[in-house]
């Protein structure tokens, strides 16, 4: 089936620094990939819908400019989150819809789980 | 407003019982209907999904009974073993939209030996 890769798997980093997280989809091209981001023992909350070659669309309450999504691929996204505080420690889940245009199976990354000291 | 709505929050069964998970949606636009199995510090991982125009879908240990009209849909576990202690999520999106999963907020279940 088809496989959604994120790195890092776990980062940790100081207060204030940014940090990049990626996700690839390896053996199909997504032209459309949604960023979550799920707190212990919570669900996951969508945080933005990221697009191939154009702007994401940030859901309500997301700081765009916080965390910030390019999807320069039809294979690759990223999520920055700059200037990282302990408030923004979370497990960030990126999911990519497979071929088959808007309505291809959605498949989800396994995680990078980001710890800020 | 939750658009997902997810009972029980925990569940206990006993090896070789029925483990069953609730979901109510408001939207009616809603027309994919899948269910997500995750373990700690793991990404979800699909299990089975349905869409409006079937009331039951069966795979293997695993059932989706969906009504239209109630807005629910369920997950059964048969014979539930303690390898499925896991975290349950429910979701739902419009798929001919192509818009995102919404999640229910999820049903610990154990399963004990």
């Known amino acids: 089936g088809a496989v959604v890769s994120q790195h890092p798997s776990w980062v940790i980093c100081k207060s204030g620094t940014s940090v990049k997280i990626e996700c690839r989809s390896l053996?199909?091209?997504?032209?459309?990939m949604f960023w979550y981001r799920q707190f212990p023992k919570q669900s996951l909350m969508l945080m933005a819908t990221?697009?191939?070659?154009?702007?994401?669309?940030?859901e309500q309450g997301v700081e765009k400019d916080k965390f910030l999504i390019n999807h320069a691929s039809l294979t690759l996204s990223t999520l920055t989150v700059t200037s990282a505080h302990p408030e923004d420690s979370s497990f960030y889940i990126c999911?990519?819809?497979?071929?088959?245009?808007?309505?291809?199976?959605?498949?989800f990354g396994e995680g990078s789980r980001l710890t800020v000291l | 407003q939750q658009q997902v709505k997810q009972s029980p929050q925990s569940l206990i069964v006993q090896k070789g019982g029925i483990s069953i998970i609730n979901c109510a949606y408001e939207?009616?636009?809603?027309?994919?209907f899948p269910w997500y199995q995750q373990f700690p510090g793991k990404g979800p991982a699909l299990l089975i999904a349905?869409?409006?125009?079937?009331s039951e879908k069966k795979e293997g240990r695993f059932t989706i009974s969906f009504n239209k009209s109630a807005k629910q849909f369920s997950l059964h576990i048969m014979d539930s073993q303690p390898g499925d202690s896991a975290t349950y999520f429910c979701?739902?999106?419009?798929?001919?939209?192509?818009?995102?999963?919404?999640f229910g907020k999820g049903t610990t279940l154990s399963v004990s030996s």
């Open positions: 999911s990519a819809r497979g071929e088959g245009g808007i309505t291809g199976e959605l498949f």
């Open positions: 053996d199909f091209q997504a032209t459309t």
């Open positions: 990221s697009n191939e070659g154009s702007k994401a669309t940030y």
């Open positions: 939207n009616t636009a809603f027309d994919y």
């Open positions: 349905i869409r409006p125009d079937v």
């Open positions: 979701a739902a999106s419009n798929n001919r939209a192509g818009t995102a999963l919404i």
